[in-house]
């Protein structure tokens, strides 16, 4: 009686060579004010992203508040606190080949630079896109009513208006999502990735 062949196991090369194709991870910020559009243009891009085999996790700042930064206030160290966390959890996925997908205020330079030297520490890739919608248009858009809270008295500290918002001076894009659609936003994001590689 003859054995039965076995049939060779795939090799470890051509799992290496899939894995690689799609696992190259990074974190994508997007800071910009309230209603600028980051989070429309986030889940735009991990649409596309997705749908070519990319792992990506977009890391909502209301999300993050409620589960992971409960608690915290919106004084500058709460803030602060508030995006070193967000920036530890972005770096980790990255870190695993994760697109991280970040569309959350972080209205303070020293916060948002402190989260790029972790990623550069660790050597792993991140890209700062600031959404330049102008406050004018961000109040008209309103998507969560802060603006008029605001302007009724019902609210305080709302960044860009009563409390300060500190654009970048140098990001790796500006988007002006008030002159163009919100697939074009997610496009220039896209192609920067995929200049860099990451896309």
Known sequence: MRAARMTPPQTQTTQTIQETDVTTGATVWLTGLPSAGKTTIAHELAGRLRAEGHRVEVLDGDEIREFLSAGLGFSREDRHTNVQRIGFVAELLARNGVLALVPVIAPYQDSREAVRKRHQANGTAYVEIHVATPVEV??????????????????????????????????????????????????????????RGLA
């Open 138 to 195: 961000c109040s008209e858009r309103d998507v969560k009513g802060l603006y008029a809270k605001q302007a009724a008295g019902e609210l305080k500290g709302l960044t860009g208006v009563d409390d300060p918002y500190e654009a970048p001076e140098s990001p790796d894009l500006r988007i002006e999502s008030q002159n163009q659609t919100v697939q074009e936003s997610a496009a220039s994001v896209y192609a920067l990735l995929s200049e």
